[in-house]
Nanobody, 121 residues
Framework: QVQLMESGGGLVQAGGSLRLSCAAS????????MGWYRQAPGKQRELVAA???????YYGDSVKGRFTISRDNAKTTVFLQMNSLKPEDTAVYYC???????????????WGQGTQVTVSS
């Protein structure tokens, strides 16, 4: 059983920045992938960014160059620094943790409750 607690969402103007954080607790395998996914109304959930416990990172095409994911492995915490935000970034952002074997399975693993990010034009 894994619990994920997210924080850092809010309302920001276009061009601004936000930093999301997510802490995992419970039974966690030492080898894992933690990441962020987002879902806007009427849209499919999509990968924003993910980071493995071994140091590899992955980004969705729409956020490359603007967002940065980082981890604190000792605390099993993941962060998402979001810069140059655009209105199309508006969505609920969900934290996720999964086994590496499930890295390409969209809905795998455990999920947080989500945090709202709203970017005004």
């Amino acid at each position: 059983q894994v619990q994920l607690m997210e924080s850092g969402g809010g309302l920001v103007q276009a061009g601004g920045s936000l930093r999301l954080s997510c802490a995992a607790s419970g039974i966690i395998f030492s080898s894992n992938v933690m990441g962020w996914y987002r879902q806007a109304p009427g849209k499919q959930r999509e990968l924003v960014a993910a980071a493995t416990s071994g140091g590899d990172t992955y980004y969705g095409d729409s956020v490359k160059g603007r967002f940065t994911i980082s981890r604190d492995n000792a605390k099993t915490t993941v962060f998402l620094q979001m810069n140059s935000l655009k209105p199309e970034d508006t969505a609920v952002y969900y934290c996720n943790i999964r086994r590496p074997v499930d890295i390409w399975t969209l809905m795998a693993g455990s999920w947080g409750q989500g945090t709202q990010v709203t970017v005004s034009s």
